[in-house]
């Protein structure tokens, strides 16, 4: 044997050893012993040493020579878990990110030994497939019929760009040739949208100065501030390219009224008929399984186009977003993307390759771990389970109610709850800094770790339920926390 082959030989029997379940054994126990650790709600949530520190930590060459796989998993553990973010432990109540359903946790990686492109149907046989059924299955919750379909994103940044980008060939059809044009439509929305909207304005060259922005009413979006808004784009002669509404606000969790916003883009019909709905639900679209949270979304099916994360309150580890179209044909003139060397000729690409609906080329098939959640757990458990986390938001507005230090300021419509601290004896302007404060002290104590927000033109403290083991207990845990943090930082 040549030198070549004693090495590639070498290789290739750590490649083999590294690939059986013995082998995993030292990583999934990580995974393991990480929801155990977090599981009876002990320790700390997060870390308290700064990124330099984790990074200084890091520094070094890169290592040339290899390592046994379970001294690398040693080292990841020392090195990195322990200054995570616990997401699994029930005293974490921050951001939109879940507490993954351990289901689906061990499906992603499965998901990657099998390392399907969803991009075309001959790099995945039986997972575009298992796409187009899982897409039918969300359409249907809408409310769409057969003409509907998506495709599956990254989230819901993407989501609703993609579906931007379909209103943008609707109102501009040669635009993937020609461009925008001299005098581009314009996208309208709520002032509580996420800055997906504003963003993909900025990315398909609309600009953020086309974007035109509604005020809320009891943080939903104003229905007469739409209509004024409308009136005055129709009498200037503008071109109204889309009106985005939110099913589940990013600060607040409110759902704008979807039945009235979808009337008046029905009145402002153009040349093309009524004006295009997107709705953004990428974290409110679990309503829509839930008997219980069903009409915040009434008027959905009106929309044009829907966003909607299963990575958000469906609990799916990252990343699992979806966009949904009324009319998948719309999705398709979103793109025109030849590229022979991919997309194949032929009705058996046209129907089921996914790459030309999508903005992604290659792309995990990620579909598979929401259907193995759906599968695990089913539809209905699934819904009790985002029941579950809106009812834990509403535990909490019910402990601050009555209290004269922390107050709850809209009653939630989901599982988010802003509220806001008020020490007696200090100024409105003084109390945003240290809301500030006192939010990265109580993350910084370990017991616990939330989130600040800006409502009203005020900083505010701001909690996600989104995992299914914080319950009331934890709840009080976290009123205590700070109100203890909040004595020690006015002694
Ligand atoms: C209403 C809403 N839309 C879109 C997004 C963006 O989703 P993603 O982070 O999955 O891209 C969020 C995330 O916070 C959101 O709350």
């Known amino acids: ?93 921050g951001h939109q990110v879940s507490a993954p359903l351990p289901a689906a946790v061990w499906t992603d990686a499965l998901i990657s030994a099998c390392n399907q492109s969803q991009a075309v149907r001959e790099m995945s046989p039986s997972f575009t497939p298992l796409e187009h059924q899982v897409i039918a299955w969300m359409t249907d919750l809408v ?19 993609t579906a931007l980008l379909a209103a943008r060939s609707r109102a501009v059809p040669d635009v993937w040739t020609n461009g925008l044009g001299a005098n581009p439509p314009v996208v309208v929305c709520g002032e509580h949208t996420h800055y997906a909207v504003s963003r993909a304005a900025g990315e398909m060259g609309l600009g953020r100065s086309r974007v035109i922005v509604v005020p809320s009413r009891a943080l939903r979006m104003d229905p007469d501030a739409l209509r004024a808004r409308l009136e005055t784009l129709r009498d200037s002669g503008t071109r109204v390219m889309a009106v985005v509404a939110t099913a589940g606000c990013t600060a607040t969790g409110t759902f704008d009224d979807l039945e009235a916003i979808a009337d008046l883009c029905d009145t402002f019909a153009d040349d093309h008929g009524p004006l295009w709905l997107h709705v953004d639900a990428a974290h409110g679209g679990a309503a829509m399984l839930s008997p219980r949270h069903r009409h915040r979304v009434q008027g959905l099916v009106r929309a044009r186009s829907v966003a909607w994360d299963p990575h958000k309150t469906l609990l799916l580890p990252l990343s699992a977003g979806m966009v949904l179209l009324r009319d998948q044909d719309d999705l398709t003139r979103a793109f025109t993307q030849e590229a022979p060397y991919l997309f194949g000729a032929g009705t058996d690409a046209q129907v089921w390759d996914m790459g030309p609906r999508s903005f992604q080329c290659s792309r995990r098939a990620d579909v598979l771990k929401l259907w193995v959640a759906i599968e695990r757990y089913g539809a209905d458990h699934l819904a009790r389970l985002y029941d579950r986390l809106c009812r834990m938001a509403q535990t909490l507005h019910g402990l601050l109610s009555g209290r004269a230090d922390f107050v709850p300021l809209h009653e939630p419509m989901s599982n988010i709850l802003c509220f806001a601290w008020t020490p007696a004896g200090v100024a409105d302007e003084a109390r945003d800094a240290l809301t500030d404060a006192l939010r990265e002290r109580y993350n910084r104590s370990g017991r616990g770790w939330i989130t600040a927000t800006t409502l009203n033109g005020r900083r505010v403290l701001r909690v996600t339920v989104m995992n299914a083991r914080t319950d009331a207990s934890h709840l009080a845990r976290l009123v205590d926390g700070l109100v203890a943090e909040a004595a020690l930082m006015l002694r």
Not at 21 to 29: D, K, S
Not at 143 to 161: I, K, L, P, V
């Open 1 to 93: 044997m040549d030198a070549h082959a004693d090495q590639d030989a070498e290789l290739l029997a750590m490649l083999e050893a590294d690939a059986t379940l013995e082998a995993a054994r030292p990583i999934l126990e990580l995974a393991a012993g990480y929801f155990a650790d977090t599981r009876r709600g002990e320790g700390p949530v997060s870390t308290w040493h700064s990124a330099q520190v984790i990074a200084d930590r890091l520094a070094g060459p890169m290592p040339r020579a290899p390592r046994a796989l379970p001294d690398v998993a040693r080292r990841l553990s020392s090195l990195l878990l322990d200054d995570i973010n616990r997401l699994a432990h029930p005293m974490y109540i």
């Open 143 to 161: 409310g769409w019929d057969e003409r509907a379909g998506g495709t599956m994103t990254s989230g819901g940044t993407e989501a609703t760009f």
